[in-house]
């Protein structure tokens, strides 16, 4: 199942959520501070033991005062343009993370819109790989696309829509 909803990441109860963090993994603004925030400082001292993380990769902590049991860092790329392989660096961070989700067990995340605060990356293109690349490599895993504004949730339900997804409330069917 695939979902859109516009809500605070940190209140979902789901066995993950994705971090869009930066690559020392230790807090910043945006969706990584209020991750960080919520989760309260064990996780902080979790991340210092990680010891960072490369753009397009993703590593996993406790989710501690959160309702999800982990977070799953993940570092999108910087937008510069679309010139500088950002979107298979994107790709690569929803796919990173899907692996990270099956290696725990995972059987439901959510994802931010991962790049597209002060990163830059472009809302609709952003969205457009979010959903051509969990489409593709979540099978078997209930993915919520959870969006900090209608705006960026309509990207990403017009990018479902453009791929033959069947929407039903806030829910996606696959094709066919």
């Given at each position: 199942?695939?979902e859109?909803r516009?809500?605070d990441?940190?209140?979902l109860?789901?066995?993950a959520i994705?971090n869009?963090?930066?690559?020392s993994?230790?807090g910043g603004?945006?969706?990584d501070?209020?991750?960080h925030?919520a ?5 902080l ?7 960072g ?12 005062a959160?309702r999800a049991?982990h977070?799953?860092?993940t570092v999108?790329p910087?937008?510069h343009?679309?010139d500088?392989d950002e979107?298979?660096a ?5 796919r990173?993370s899907?692996e ?11 994802f931010?819109?991962?790049s597209?605060g002060v ?25 919520i696309?959870c969006?900090?504004s209608?705006?960026?949730?309509e990207?990403?339900r017009a990018?479902l829509?453009e791929?033959?997804?069947r929407?039903?409330?806030s ?6």
């Amino acid at each position: 199942m695939l979902e859109v909803r516009v809500a605070d990441i940190t209140t979902l109860e789901v066995d993950a959520i994705v971090n869009a963090a930066n690559r020392s993994l230790l807090g910043g603004g945006g969706v990584d501070g209020a991750i960080h925030r919520a989760a309260g400082p064990q996780l902080l001292e979790e991340c210092r033991r990680l010891g960072g993380c490369e753009t397009g990769d993703a590593k996993a902590t406790g989710g501690h005062a959160l309702r999800a049991d982990h977070v799953i860092h993940t570092v999108g790329p910087v937008w510069h343009g679309g010139d500088r392989d950002e979107p298979e660096a994107l790709a690569s961070c929803y796919r990173r993370s899907l692996e990270v989700a099956r290696e725990l067990g995972c059987r439901s995340i959510a994802f931010p819109a991962i790049s597209t605060g002060v990163y830059g990356y472009p809302s609709g293109e952003a969205a457009r790989v979010a959903v051509e690349t969990v489409a593709t490599h979540g099978s078997g895993i209930d993915v919520i696309f959870c969006c900090f504004s209608e705006g960026s949730a309509e990207h990403h339900r017009a990018a479902l829509r453009e791929l033959g997804w069947r929407e039903r409330g806030s829910a996606f069917d696959p094709p066919g």
